[in-house]
């Protein structure tokens, strides 16, 4: 059983920057063996992906709201994000996926078989 737990959230103001970091244990497959991702949900919203990578860290993939600003990276001990220009509308909490292998992609949160217990990210103007 793969245990996952976010850390890194907090308060901060527009334009500023925040580094998520999601720590992995237990099971059998290390991080950079498993489709991994950021999701997130905002105060009445559904759970929305953020940033994804696959299985064989051959693809990431951005929410369109999200790119050119968040950066994904991965390694042995677990999941990163990067978070640069924050914005108010990013305000949410954001959680920590994976997915059992040998599945490998996907951006639909249902799919995912682990999760954080989640962060919150609050960004004012």
């Known amino acids: 059983q793969v245990q996952l737990r976010e850390s890194g959230g907090g308060s901060v103001r527009a334009g500023s920057s925040l580094t998520l970091s999601c720590e992995a244990s237990?099971?059998?497959?290390?991080?950079?063996?498993?489709?991994m991702g950021w999701f997130r949900q905002g105060p009445g919203t559904e759970r929305a992906f953020v940033a994804v990578?696959?299985?064989?860290?051959?693809t990431t993939y951005y929410a369109d709201s999200v790119k050119d600003r968040f950066a994904l990276s991965r390694d042995n001990a677990g999941l990163y994000l990067q978070m640069n220009n924050l914005k108010p509308e990013d305000t949410a909490v954001y959680y920590c996926?994976?997915?059992?292998?040998?599945?490998?992609?996907?951006?639909?949160?249902?799919?995912?078989?682990?999760w954080g217990q989640g962060i919150q990210v609050t960004v004012s103007s």
């Open positions: 237990g099971g059998t497959f290390r991080p950079t063996e498993m489709g």
């Open positions: 990578i696959d299985r064989l860290g051959s």
């Open positions: 996926a994976a997915l059992q292998p040998p599945a490998r992609f996907t951006i639909t949160p249902e799919r995912y078989d682990y």
